[in-house]
């Protein structure tokens, strides 16, 4: 037990970090023009401001509450990557839907437990928002799937 949350001190200052990170680039490098007359360095120079923002109201409770240690596990982001690259490697070969379905299977392996009849629902209604919104709503010329055999 620590005496602080030290998790989310660290997650809030890292959001401050790349929120000023972010607003500082913008505002540097970009014309912010005025309230009335938005420039394109205005957007992201707010967008970098409510980060810091956010980090900031995510650090101060976590300086007054006390913090476990933190579970670390390793295949936990090796198999969320290796769903990303499932999803790249089937997606020109197979179309959209397998693809989609290739990520939800491998990435849901980060879990400890697996529960066969909620990935399954997962999956299938992953699949069908993607084929509503890609195919029907944004009616891209992407095949839904493709048997290459």
Known sequence: MFSRDYRDIVGGLILVLLGLAFSGYAITQYDLGTLRRMGPGMFPAMLGAAMA???????????????QMPEVRIFSPIFVLSGCAAFALTLTSFGLLPAVAALTIVSSLAELEIRPWRLGLLVVALCLIAWLVFGIGFGLNLPMYRWPF
Do not use: D, K, S, T
């Open 53 to 67: 923002l956010l980090g900031v109201l995510q650090v101060i409770p976590a300086l007054m509450r006390r913090g």
